[in-house]
């Protein structure tokens, strides 16, 4: 796992094994049907959420809690993995990135999964803000003749 941290490396190390724990620890419940992992480790008073299948960002606790409760055991994959994971930290908030790959049936769903957390004054790591996005080639074709940005 890469890591980049201001913080000593030994330290630095042990955050990115704890953050890594906890995604591994909400996707293994995620993908045997049950969402309500993910929503322990969602920080109740400022959570934000972009997901692939909504066409706006989910503000706030309740609505990502209303969210799951539509796609309760809807979601299984026979195994799934994390691919090449990555931890950013900066004091008291941690950048974890990283590709999953997961086997829905006959499919195969890749994924970029972005999760940032805050540490609480009660010492523990919460999600602040999550971004998933479908692993695909852009379907935009740009004209070379005009201005993108």
């Given at each position: 796992?890469?890591?980049?941290?201001?913080?000593?490396?030994?330290?630095?190390?042990?955050?990115?094994?704890?953050?890594?724990?906890?995604?591994?620890?909400?996707?293994?419940?995620?993908?045997?049907?049950?969402p309500?992992?993910?929503?322990?480790?969602?920080?109740?008073?400022?959570?934000?959420?972009?997901?692939?299948?909504?066409?706006?960002?989910?503000?706030?606790?309740?609505?990502?809690?209303?969210?799951?409760?539509?796609?309760?055991?809807?979601?299984?994959?026979?195994?799934?993995?994390?691919?090449?994971?990555?931890?950013?930290?900066?004091?008291?908030?941690?950048?974890?990135c990283?590709?999953i790959?997961?086997?829905?049936?006959?499919?195969?769903?890749?994924?970029?999964?972005?999760?940032?957390?805050?540490?609480?004054?009660?010492n523990?790591?919460?999600?602040?803000?999550?971004?998933?996005?479908?692993?695909?080639?852009?379907?935009?074709?740009?004209?070379?003749?005009?201005?993108?940005?």
């Open positions: 796992m890469k890591i980049t941290s201001n913080l000593e490396a030994r330290r630095g190390q042990e955050i990115a094994d704890l953050l890594l724990g906890l995604v591994e620890g909400a996707l293994t419940r995620w993908y045997k049907g049950d309500y992992g993910y929503l322990e480790l969602y920080d109740k008073d400022n959570y934000s959420y972009f997901d692939p299948a909504k066409t706006s960002r989910i503000d706030g606790f309740d609505q990502i809690k209303d969210f799951y409760d539509t796609i309760k055991g809807l979601v299984h994959s026979s195994e799934y993995s994390i691919v090449d994971p990555r931890v950013q930290i900066f004091e008291n908030t941690a950048v974890f990283c590709n790959i997961a086997h829905v049936g006959s499919d195969i769903n890749k994924w970029n999964s972005t999760e940032v957390f805050q540490l609480t004054s009660e523990n790591w919460k999600i602040v803000h999550s971004h998933w996005a479908f692993i695909r080639p852009m379907d935009m074709v740009f004209d070379p003749e005009k201005q993108i940005v």
